[in-house]
């Protein structure tokens, strides 16, 4: 069973990158799969950052593209996420999940448990 | 761009009540891409319904999901104590790729 686990800093300053790491265990990050990041900022709903394929393709939200760069490492199947600028708006719980592909449905599933990163000085 | 627009924002009820959550999207989309989740505090989000009517893997069966079109629905038939959470559609666009979430709808108890 496939679980996924972020790992980061929890604490980033003003204008500063926030980077995380998503590990895959129970599971090749190889095949026909995405794998995305999304977030919650507290209080609000979730919002899809983008997400990449083993080969490295990406798509990103067009709201965040300019400042995001993802990227994946398939012999230590993990995957990771940057966004560079940040400003308190970026303050969220960060969720990396699997891009499911089942009967033309595409969807999340599994989740990680999701990291709390707050951008303060 | 594909805007969803859940309601109510909230629904308070009673457990053993049904509830009905309702995901509108801004233009006609496919049944395929329309997904909901469940979202409690601190936990992340669990995968309910995905292709619009299609229960996950171990999602009891008073969680049913229907429509088509640019109306979709949640139900749950009897609300159980750890049925009251948060819960959000979510759509999947082709042309250009990206996932776009609802609001969301608290369910909450009465």
């Known amino acids: 069973q496939v679980q996924l686990q972020e790992s980061g800093p929890g604490l980033v300053a003003p204008s500063g990158t926030l980077s995380l790491t998503c590990a895959v265990s129970?599971?090749?990050?190889?095949?026909?799969?995405?794998w995305s990041w999304v977030r919650q900022p507290p209080g609000k709903g979730l919002e899809w950052i983008g997400e990449?394929?083993?080969?490295?393709?990406?798509n990103y939200n067009p709201s965040l593209k300019s400042r995001v760069t993802m990227s994946i490492d398939k012999a230590k199947k993990q995957f990771t996420l940057k966004l560079r600028s940040v400003t308190a708006a970026d303050t969220a719980v960060y969720y990396c999940?699997?891009?499911?592909?089942?009967?033309?449905?595409?969807?999340?599933?599994?989740w990680g448990q999701g990291t709390l990163v707050s951008v303060s000085s | 761009e594909i805007v969803l627009t859940q309601s109510p924002g909230t629904l308070s009820l009673s457990p053993g009540e049904r509830a009905t959550l309702s995901c509108r999207a801004s233009?006609?989309?496919?049944?395929?891409?329309l997904a909901w989740y469940q979202k409690k505090p601190g936990q992340a989000p669990r995968l309910l319904i995905y292709?619009?009517?299609s229960r996950a893997t171990g999602i009891p069966d008073r969680f049913s999901g229907s429509g088509s079109g640019t109306d979709f629905t949640l139900t749950i038939s009897r609300l159980e104590p750890e049925d009251f959470a948060v819960y959000y559609c979510q759509h999947y666009s082709s042309s250009p790729p990206i996932f776009t979430f609802g609001p969301g709808t608290k369910v909450d108890v009465k």
């Open positions: 129970g599971g090749s990050v190889t095949g026909s799969l995405w």
């Open positions: 999940a699997r891009v499911m592909g089942q009967q033309l449905a595409l969807f999340f599933d599994p």
């Open positions: 990449i394929y083993h080969s490295g393709n990406t």
């Open positions: 233009q006609r989309v496919s049944s395929y891409y």
């Open positions: 292709g619009a009517s």
